[in-house]
């Protein structure tokens, strides 16, 4: 039992989390100040499932979590269906959008399509601990936080690579059988 416990200590969330250090920056939306055309070239450019949406990129403090299908086709039916939405139009996740110069195009309200309460850990988090977050709430992705600043995700993928790579350094290990 104490083998385990030492074990399961090892690895924390910030060590299974992306990016890795020398990966680039994790994709992340802005909650009232990205363009339709700012919106699209990221949903084009990636292929992750979904974004974090923080409140700006200085601060990293986040605001919720959108997912990729979710944007792409609300921002589909807008450019159809809504009057005044273009490229340059401002994409807001906020109750109250900023006050724009009266000339400025619509703006392209995606609060309903926001995640309010992504589930996240610090990066502190023992992988144990992680691991039986995503078993027991049936996660697809966990946010990675320090000191309440987005740091990185972990996905459901990510937490069985990590499995599979543990059992084979440890196959002896019960932990995660
Ligand atoms: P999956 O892990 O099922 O392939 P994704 O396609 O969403 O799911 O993610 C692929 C990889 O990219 C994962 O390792 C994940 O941690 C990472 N990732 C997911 N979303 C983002 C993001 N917004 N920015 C940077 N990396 C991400």
């Known amino acids: ?24 920056p994790l994709t992340v939306i802005t909650q009232d100040t990205m363009t339709v055309e700012d919106v699209e070239t990221i949903v084009t450019s990636t292929t992750y499932s979904g974004y974090p949406v923080v409140v700006s990129r200085t601060s990293q403090r986040l605001v919720g979590f959108v997912l990729r299908r979710d944007l792409i086709i609300s921002i589909e039916n807008a450019r159809k269906k ?21 000339s400025s195009p619509s703006v392209l309200k995606l609060r309903s399509i926001l995640d309010l309460s992504p589930f996240t850990v610090t990066d502190e988090t023992p992988m144990e601990i992680v691991v039986d977050i995503f078993r027991k709430l049936g996660l697809r992705q966990c946010l990675v936080t320090h000191n309440g600043k987005l740091l990185g995700i972990i996905t459901k993928k990510d937490v069985l690579k990590h499995i599979a790579q543990m059992a084979n350094q440890d196959p002896d290990s019960i932990l995660f059988n």
């Not at 809504?82 to 009266?102: E, M, N, R």
């Open 82 to 102: 809504q009057d005044g939405i273009v490229s340059t139009s401002i994409i807001c996740f906020t109750d109250y959008c900023p006050p724009l110069p009266p």
């Open 1 to 24: 039992l104490e083998a385990k416990e030492e074990f399961s200590h090892k690895t924390r969330a910030m060590d299974v989390m992306r990016p890795r250090k020398s990966d680039p």
